[in-house]
């Protein structure tokens, strides 16, 4: 089963920049759609975006629309997240995690990583 492991998480100001990387174990990672999911404290999980399998579609929250863009190198069985014009409600724990159906659902997700904390500063 894939495991896998968020990075690139950490302290910006409002209207910066980060790129969030994903990184995968496993061949398996090129046969999954792969998603962002983040969660500010005292909040639910949000779905953020996600990513076909071949790269070929993409959706995303309406949160993020035009701010955010999702991307993945299957050759380095990698996900990425470009975050831009951050605001300080994108405060949260990022997740990703594999999805097995297209487009993602909130029952479709598995193999979640650990997380990484981005906090966006007013």
């Known amino acids: 089963q894939v495991q896998l492991v968020e990075s690139g998480g950490g302290l910006v100001q409002a209207g910066g920049s980060l790129r969030l990387s994903c990184a995968a174990s496993g061949r398996t990672f090129t046969s999954y759609n792969v998603a962002w999911v983040r969660q500010a404290p005292g909040k639910e999980r949000e779905f953020v975006a996600a990513?076909?399998?071949?790269?070929?579609?993409?959706s995303y929250g309406d949160s993020v629309k035009g701010r955010f863009t999702i991307s993945r190198d299957n050759a380095k069985l990698t996900m990425y997240l470009q975050m831009n014009s951050l605001k300080p409600e994108d405060t949260a724990v990022y997740y990703c995690a594999i999805c097995r159906t297209w487009p993602c659902r909130t029952d479709s997700f598995g193999s979640w990583g650990q997380g990484t904390q981005v906090t966006v500063s007013s």
């Open positions: 990513i076909i399998w071949d790269g070929g579609r993409r």
